[in-house]
């Protein structure tokens, strides 16, 4: 297994583990995940992006954004348009696939209450081969050096609350929960001047 930036090429196969491990697969358009949670990072913020490869392809990935409101601007204004007609936007939320759809709209809506000093955010997905072997680690520390180097004083993250060992997995790196809205808990870490990572006081 090899960690590397993510290429052009590896589109299809992120696209294809962001569906796979999705929690919620009750969707009759498991595209969409991917198109919301995956492509728009690969297309929009390349140099955020790393993947992990062995002999059978691609076996997980992270992508991330700098600056997150300036990353979802530019979502709306270059992203968006590509699936307007094929996905359009609902008058209101009444189910998994239109909250969907109108994230793909306004992505705004991840953003958590209060950024506070975690502008930029992450996702990451691994699939079950690379699971165990400290790949999850590796491939949040080259997605953090590349934050550092932008110039990024921390991060954050949205999981879901019964998602129990992500969030153990999360708090080993440093990170803090910082707010729990719904069935949601939105955790941070703060990157600390020496370039090592901080955890910050908890608000939760």
Known sequence: MILR?????DRKAMHDI???TATQRELDDLDLIGYVFADPYLALAPELCF????????AGYTVGALDTVEFYRRWRAEWTPRFADRYPKPAQETSRYSSLV??????????PASLGGYPSHLHINLDARA?????????????????????????????????????????????????RPGEATVMGLRFDGSGRME?????S
Do not use: M
Request: proline content about 6%.
């Open 18 to 20: 962001c569906v796979a």
């Open 102 to 111: 109108l994230s793909l709209h306004n992505p705004e809506r991840f953003l």
């Open 131 to 179: 699971r165990r072997q400290g790949w999850g680690t590796k491939l949040l520390e080259s997605l953090f050096g590349q934050l550092r180097r932008g110039g990024s004083p921390g991060v954050h993250l949205t999981t879901s609350a019964g998602n129990t060992r992500a969030i153990a997995f999360y708090h080993t790196l440093g990170f803090e929960v910082l707010d």
């Open 199 to 203: 955890a910050s006081p908890s608000r």
């Open 5 to 9: 930036p993510a290429e052009p090429g």
């Open 51 to 58: 993947v992990i490869a062995d002999s059978d392809g691609v």
